[in-house]
């Protein structure tokens, strides 16, 4: 197992994200400006299991794609390191979900930075598990005033 570079209380200062929406347990490699990784451990214990399927549990791919949004968040802001600030996702183009991500799966979220202007940020994203891709995204952010 990865040890973690950023821990789930450094996300909770990062990401104005809680319960049931913070999505990401923690970031095990980071690239300031570059790339950032991180883990989603996918339990049955998730309140949208209840009813995406009865019987037949899958992980929104909304939510996937929110994951790849917080990671992008978290390398955004570390990179421009600031305070007293936020990231909003502003955009998504190009998403393909390739396989259903199901309870026990870990969710391995890979952002690399494809373009920085300003406070404008975009990332390409694709979520693994077991190595194989489930989902992938361009995805596009801001860094905005609190």
């Known amino acids: ?20 929406f913070l999505l990401i347990d923690k970031i095990v490699e980071f690239k300031t400006s570059v790339s950032a990784t991180g883990i989603k451990n996918v339990t049955m ?3 949208f ?3 995406h399927f009865p019987g037949n549990p899958i992980m929104p791919g909304v939510l996937i794609i ?7 968040g978290i390398l955004a802001f570390k990179s421009a390191d600031v305070t007293n600030k936020g990231v909003y996702f502003m955009g998504i183009d190009k998403a393909k979900f390739r396989r259903p991500v199901v309870p026990g799966d870990t969710l391995e979220i ?7 202007r300003g406070k404008i940020w975009k990332f390409h994203g ?3 598990v077991e190595g194989k891709v489930a989902a992938e995204a361009d995805l596009m952010a801001t860094i905005v005033d609190l």
């Open 126 to 128: 694709k979520a693994l």
């Open 66 to 72: 929110e994951s790849m949004a917080q990671v992008g």
């Open 110 to 116: 890979n952002l690399e930075v494809t373009k920085t």
């Open 49 to 51: 299991f209840q009813g």
């Open 45 to 47: 214990n998730e309140p």
């Open 1 to 20: 197992m990865t040890e973690p570079i950023i821990e789930i209380k450094e996300i909770l200062s990062i990401l104005p994200h809680r319960y049931p």
